[in-house]
């Protein structure tokens, strides 16, 4: 997501070379990995601040830079924003400015409250230029520090303090003030930000690689702080003004390495980052007291509640997500829920009309396959939602509503983040669905809210305790065909999991319905054929987890290798299993945001170990864009 840099040099640093914009705009460029769709960058001089920004790619904003130069400045902030609220125009680019011009403020997050606070500045007489939450935090920023300060000089800390205090949702912002010129001021909540320590020069960055050219001393913000720098001083404290130590480490990742967040690849950060992902997919998505507040999803609530059929269309990874959204929204809303892959819904004359809601799923937003799927169903009076991953993509804005999921954006051509984040986004969707006809209680919804809120630290306790599993993965870099079985939402994992392997590293891999192997697919179980089995929670429905754990009883006496996913606890699969991985209790329903996770890790370290490029797969595009 969005990428972040400040800057704050003395004269010292101006000598050797240093130049707030030259910092900035190279910090920008190592953050470009993170994606954007605008960048912008402010720095303060001859009392003023002086700001350029431009949609599209950094180097459309260099241009701006040298058509149309800002003075030489050492003190900056930079952005590169990935479009949240409002699409990516010049307008909404980053940084913002109020207090008539003299303040400038960039942002990363969502601002939860920013409708309510819009509405009181707006009442105040402040005029805004953008559609974005961050000019309304930069207008707040400026009005406490006109107001409550009368503009003295010396209190942009204090006024980022009592804006802090006010905002809800995540952010990390960095403020400059033309009345303090050698000073950076820096806030965060839920977003990351990191401090870099240099010798007469202090930098900010969403992290390490926004500075690692120039320093390799670091020191993490915590939760709720807020940073002040000048070329000589880092000062923290909490948003109540209490002084904070930050605790310093020393950087030793290469800067290609930086970009990855330290990681071997995009695809292991990408893995990594899943906690984050699903917490920002669920965050500001529902109020306290457990009412779903979807308000991207504009289609009339009385339309909704007519429909009488649900067709998800979507491909690869985002038809698993798809299937895993079938289970979870046949149970909530009592609604016939079908999955299609998109390229064949189209060419089989389906039945679709006014009271069915086609809902698509897309990382990109551009996969052609799902897009021409969309537009039919749009032409035969189908209402459309799109789960989108990607601000202002196509599918979304030929969509009638979209359901963003804030995954941030995934490089790694494999999709693992953005399964999570769809998975997630399509359980919001469900719950909403189902609070709008009034299948579920209230207390119900709230239940599964509160469940979904603890699945980033239990994704974060899978990742902490993968290591056996990595080295299995490594031991099993020779072999020639894995399959994966799963029932219920397992099953989707088990698809999921076979296509991971197939994609990266080049095994066959099958996945099947656990109830269908004597079918047909238990003549493929030899002597040492590796199989993983998703099992479902013991404590759900009896019969769902004694069915399965048969199954690996079935492949087991065949000769099969038996690698259990399981929940922890569940000692039944210890006798039938040579390997048991085991994640955290959850509900059934919500099981696929972890039973992912071991495989995904399997994968990815499986085609590392036999020297594949992770990220860029042969044959595949992170995009296809054609039919
Ligand atoms: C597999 C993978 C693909 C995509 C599929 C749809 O790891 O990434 O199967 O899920 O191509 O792409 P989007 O979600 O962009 O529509």
Not at 367 to 391: F, H, P, W
Not at 414 to 429: D, R, V
Request: charged share 25%.
């Amino acid at each position: 997501m969005c990428g972040i840099v400040g800057y704050v040099g003395n004269s010292s640093r101006k000598e050797a070379g240093h130049s707030a914009l030259d910092v900035v705009v190279e910090g920008l460029r190592r953050l470009e990995y993170r994606g954007y769709d605008s960048a912008g960058v402010a720095v303060v001089a001859d009392g003023s601040i002086s700001s350029r920004k431009k949609s599209g790619k950094l180097s459309n904003l260099i241009a701006e830079l040298e058509a149309d130069p800002v003075p030489e400045s050492l003190t900056g902030i930079g952005h590169t924003r990935w479009a949240t609220h409002g699409g990516p125009t010049d307008q909404n680019a980053h940084p913002h400015l109020s207090d008539g011009g003299r303040l400038a403020v960039i942002h990363n997050g969502i601002i939860e409250n920013f409708a309510e606070l819009k509405q009181e500045l707006l009442a105040k007489g402040v005029v805004f230029a953008s559609e974005t939450d961050t000019e309304v935090a930069a207008a707040l920023i400026g009005d406490i520090f006109r107001t409550e300060f009368d503009g003295d000089g010396a209190n942009l800390t204090q006024a980022m303090r009592l804006a802090c205090q006010r905002l809800e949702g995540a952010f990390t912002l960095l403020a400059v003030h033309a009345d303090q010129p050698d000073v950076v001021v820096a806030a965060r909540r839920n977003s990351p930000l990191v401090v870099g320590l240099g010798d007469g020069e202090n930098f900010l960055g969403s992290d390490v690689s926004g500075f690692i050219d120039y320093t390799r001393r670091a020191v993490e913000l915590g939760q709720d702080q807020i940073v002040t720098i000048t070329a000589e001083s880092v000062d923290i404290t909490d948003f109540f003004g209490k002084p904070a130590e930050g605790k310093e480490y020393h950087v030793d990742w290469d800067p290609a390495s930086a970009e990855k967040g330290g990681f071997s690849s995009f695809m292991e950060k990408e893995i990594h980052d899943q906690p984050d992902a699903v917490a920002q997919t669920l965050l500001g998505r529902s109020d306290l007291d457990g009412k779903l507040t979807l308000d991207e999803v504009r289609i009339d609530p009385e339309l909704l509640k007519q429909v009488n059929k649900i067709i998800v269309l979507a491909c690869g990874t985002a038809a698993y997500a798809g299937l895993v959204a079938k289970y979870a929204i046949e149970n909530w809303c009592r609604i016939p829920t079908e999955v299609e892959l998109a390229h064949e819904f189209r060419y089989r004359d389906p039945i679709v009309d006014s009271n069915t809601l086609v809902v698509s799923i897309s990382q990109s937003g551009e996969t052609m396959d799902t897009l021409m799927a969309v537009r039919y169903a749009r032409e035969q009076g189908a209402k459309t939602i799109s789960i989108c991953n990607t601000n202002g993509s196509t599918i979304p804005r030929e969509s009638d509503a979209v359901l963003y999921t804030h995954a941030g954006p995934e490089i790694a051509v494999a999709s693992t983040k953005a399964f999570l984040a769809q998975i997630t986004a399509a359980y919001l969707l469900g719950l909403y669905l189902a609070q709008l006809r009034g299948n579920i209680f209230s207390g119900q919804i709230k239940d599964v809210l509160a469940d979904l809120s603890k699945i980033p630290a239990k994704i974060q306790h899978i990742l902490d305790g993968a290591g056996p599993l990595r080295e299995l993965a490594r031991s099993m870099k020779d072999e020639k065909s894995v399959l994966f079985l799963g029932r219920h939402v397992g099953y989707p994992v088990a698809l999921e999991g076979a296509l991971k392997l197939k994609e990266i590293a080049y095994i066959h891999a099958e996945g099947f319905a656990a109830g269908e192997l004597k079918h047909g697919p238990i003549a493929l179980i030899d002597d040492g054929q590796p199989v993983f089995v998703v099992v479902p929670s013991p404590r759900g429905r009896d019969s769902l987890h004694s069915k399965v754990v048969s199954n690996i009883q079935e492949v087991r006496a065949r000769g099969a290798r038996t690698l259990v996913i399981a929940e922890e606890g569940d000692e039944s699969v210890k006798d039938y299993a040579e390997h048991v991985f085991y994640v955290p209790e959850t509900p059934t329903l919500l099981m696929p945001l972890l039973t992912t996770v071991p495989l995904q890790i399997f994968a990815a370290e499986l085609a590392g170990a036999k020297g594949y490029d992770v990220d860029q797969p042969r044959n595949l595009a992170k995009s296809v864009t054609v039919e």
